[in-house]
């Protein structure tokens, strides 16, 4: 069963993790601060709908919790709603979300370091930013199994970068339209 948890954090790792969980405020561009796994409250994801006066960090902050919220509740719909219809990045994660849930597994914590964040546009419908981060933890349970009480801890993963764009919808809800790898 751990193996099984463990390629399927790989996959969640390569695909889902693209948009990063959490991202905090380094007070320097290469800031090691370690981020607090984003918290699950309340019904289930919702796009974020961030005031004009919100900063990049923070509309990607707010999109990161109800991500995690969507992941911990296995919610493959409030997922969905997270990215642009027709967003390839938003058709993986939720392909990924799925395989977890027919698996009868669950990501219980995530929290990820935010090791740069930059800004590379940003207008009132439309925000560019490129992100380096790392998976810092991950706990993952599945269900029925003897890994089912606690969860097991899971590999953290290493740095990777990703240009995202997020656009605003008519509602004023920030979704995720894309996500690319970026080399170094």
């Known amino acids: 069963m751990r193996v099984l948890l463990a390629v399927l954090l790989g996959g969640l790792l390569g695909v889902g993790l693209a948009v990063g969980i959490a991202v905090l405020d380094p007070p320097a561009k290469a800031s090691l601060d370690a981020a607090a796994p984003a918290a699950h409250a309340g019904p289930a994801a919702e796009a974020p709908t961030s005031s004009a006066r919100a900063s990049p960090r923070d509309i990607l902050r707010e999109w990161d919790a109800a991500r995690a919220r969507a992941w911990t509740d296995g919610d493959v719909a409030a997922l969905l709603r997270l990215y642009t219809p027709g967003s390839v990045a938003g058709r993986r994660d939720a392909a990924m979300l799925q395989a977890w849930n027919g698996r009868g597994a669950r990501i ?13 546009a940003e207008g009132e419908r ?17 269900a029925g199994s003897d890994v089912d009480a606690e969860g097991v801890t899971l590999p953290s ?12 919808s008519g509602a004023g809800a920030w979704q995720m339209a894309s996500v690319v790898n970026r080399a170094g």
């Open 157 to 168: 993963d290493e740095a990777s970068t990703r240009r995202l764009v997020l656009r605003r």
């Open 126 to 142: 439309r925000l560019v930013l490129e992100v380096t981060d790392r998976v810092a933890r991950a706990t993952a349970r599945s």
């Open 108 to 120: 219980t914590e995530l929290s990820t370091q935010v090791l740069e964040l930059t800004v590379r």
